[in-house]
């Protein structure tokens, strides 16, 4: 018997019980059957379905449209605790929205409701700040081949999938802002890009735009064992370095050779698109996002970051804890992940949860990542119940979630706190923050409900397990019997 794992969803119908979990199919004869000795509820025989009409569903559910526009009429939640991170954390307190932004916050009483708004009655759970990842893999984009270990001139967001579940999954965890990274294979891979997780069916309805109108986004480096591979990649982390300090001088002398051009074309340097990037990092313009672990990897960047001027921030730095006063003296902030299970590189062997509070007290700003796919980003709330179990200040850690990250890709004008005139990215959740218990009840991105747990078809980004959430499974009705 040919059998092939789907994850499926049934009917929606009153008699139907909405299931995630995974079935058997025997594709061959589409008989469904469990797995041995797995109990679970019955379910009505209107749930059986096809896998090609399971997938013609699920595909529906995932392309859906935007679910909701922006509200016309202001949104006020009362009752709640509201934790601004900016400063005041309220009980019983007020956040109103409108038209994407935040109107007002505060105190129950002394915060105005408009005569107009709708008021949510939201006693006993908890509002925050949308959740800012500073480091994912999300949508499987990939920048820099193995043509060569330096290439700035590659953009992530030319191969990000968007209709890709994982964008769905990062809403359920609470995450309004991604930096989507290429990977760390090179020590310089390509342009990050900066992305709101608004519903969207085109990377164009994600991106973020600065105030000139551009795509905003970083530039990905790394060092370390990743980038070294046989030529005309590095061999040796000397070698590493050697390589980059080449490409910024050229990048520094490509700047100065266009500003004494003066805009003469005929004086013009040929264009050069890497280049043209370096020279945004070192003027300033586009922040550096390095991977790097082993302490002296970190030091190496530092040392690179005094010698050019670019600013940077380090990223995972699992040695952070051996090294932060020379992170703290070099003003460089860090982005870091929290592992909950041993394994991975070899140079992240000493990767320790006192990372957070180490770097705290030493007066490093600091943020954490999913580095999804690498932890799930449905849990990325525990990296901030890690991190203040092992030493970590709670005032630190959910700034580390929010507000820091915000700072580190230059967006904290608009996201990381609930302040007026902010962009309504928030969190509701059941509880607080930082509890096992807690779930994310509903995510919002500039107004627009983007998850909800209470409905059915988010329900299952949530908790849903092996396969369960995927993008679109195959129509298995012909599989195996292609020549009959």
Not at 10 to 20: G, K, P, R, V, Y
Not at 167 to 186: C, D, E, L, R, Y
Request: glycine letters at 10%; one cysteine or more; charged letters at 25%.
């Amino acid at each position: 018997m040919k059998t092939e794992w789907l994850a499926w969803r049934c009917i929606l119908a009153s008699d139907c019980f909405a299931s995630h979990d995974i079935r058997e199919i025997d594709v061959s004869t589409k008989r469904h059957c469990l797995p041995e000795n797995r109990i679970v509820r019955p379910v009505s025989r209107h749930c059986y379905i096809s896998g090609g009409l399971a997938a013609a569903l699920w595909l529906g559910l995932t392309l859906s449209p935007f679910r909701l526009a922006a509200q016309e009429v202001p949104l006020a939640f009362s009752g709640g605790k509201v934790f601004t991170i900016s400063g005041q954390t309220f009980d019983g307190g007020i956040l109103v929205v409108h038209r994407g932004r935040v109107l007002a916050v505060g105190p129950a009483g002394q915060t105005a409701i408009p005569a107009d708004a709708t008021v949510r009655d939201i006693s006993g759970k908890v509002i925050m700040p949308g959740l800012v990842d500073t480091h994912s893999h999300v949508g499987g984009g990939g920048a820099g081949d193995r043509s060569a270990p330096i290439q700035p001139e590659v953009r992530v967001l030319d191969s990000i999938d968007v209709r890709d579940s994982g964008f769905q999954k990062a809403q359920a965890g609470g995450i309004t802002t991604a930096n989507v990274m290429p990977g760390s294979g090179h020590l310089i891979s390509g342009q990050t890009v900066y992305l709101k997780l608004r519903d969207g069916k085109t990377i164009e309805d994600l991106v973020i735009r600065d105030k000139e109108g551009r795509m905003a986004g970083g530039l990905k480096m790394a060092n370390g064992t990743n980038s070294r591979r046989d030529p005309p990649f590095p061999g040796t982390r000397g070698k590493s370095a050697a390589l980059v300090r080449e490409q910024y001088i050229k990048a520094r002398e490509y700047r100065d050779k266009v500003a004494r051009a003066q805009n003469d074309p005929e004086k013009m340097p040929a264009r050069d698109l890497g280049l043209e990037i370096l020279v945004e990092a070192l003027n300033g313009q586009r922040m550096v996002h390095h991977h790097t672990h082993r302490h002296d990897d970190i030091v190496t960047v530092l040392r690179l970051q005094k010698e050019f001027g670019f600013r940077v921030v380090l990223h995972h730095v699992s040695d952070a804890w051996k090294v932060p006063d020379e992170i703290a003296a070099a003003r460089v902030p860090c982005s870091i992940i929290m592992l909950d299970s041993p394994g991975g590189k070899i140079e992240a062997r000493d990767v320790d949860w006192k990372n957070g509070a180490v770097l705290e007290q030493a007066g490093v700003l600091t943020a954490f990542h999913t580095d999804d796919p690498i932890t799930d980003s449905r849990l990325f709330l525990r990296s901030a119940a890690f991190a203040v179990r092992a030493g970590m200040s709670r005032k630190a850690a959910l700034e580390a979630m929010t507000s820091a990250g915000a700072k580190m890709l230059d967006l904290h004008d608009r996201i990381g706190t609930l302040e007026p005139g902010k962009d309504a990215d928030f969190v509701l959740l059941s509880g607080d923050p930082l509890s096992i218990r807690t779930h994310v009840l509903e995510t919002w991105v500039e107004g627009i409900k983007v998850f909800d747990r209470a409905d059915p078809k988010d329900h299952l980004w949530a908790v849903g397990g092996f396969r369960a959430g995927h993008s679109k499974d195959l129509d298995l009705c012909c599989y195996g019997r292609e020549g009959q």
